[in-house]
């Protein structure tokens, strides 16, 4: 499993599967957190408590099909810094 905040998810996903684990779970959390206070981190990671427990403990076939798939997904997904620049 790994964590990621949401600017770095396309890429991360992108490498699990060049590395051949495109069914890892990667939780996805808001941006920014590095150098935050550990009740920001708390915050931020609180509302993936369900996802986390579920990615350990559902069954490993269940888990692969919830992920598998993901990359595409962000990739399709407009974020904020893929709007253009403004003059």
């Known amino acids: 499993m ?25 939780v996805i959390l808001d941006h920014p957190i590095g150098q935050s206070a550990a009740d920001i981190v708390r915050a931020a990671v609180e ?6 427990v579920s990615a350990l403990t559902d069954a490993p076939e269940v888990v692969a099909d919830r992920y598998r798939g993901l990359t ?8 904020l810094t893929d709007e253009p620049a403004r003059a």
């Open 72 to 79: 595409k997904k962000l990739e399709s997904t407009p974020r």
């Open 2 to 26: 790994t964590f990621i905040t949401e600017p770095f998810a396309p890429k991360t996903r992108r490498e699990v599967e060049v590395k051949g684990v495109p069914a890892l779970p990667t």
């Open 47 to 52: 509302p993936r408590i369900d996802e986390l």
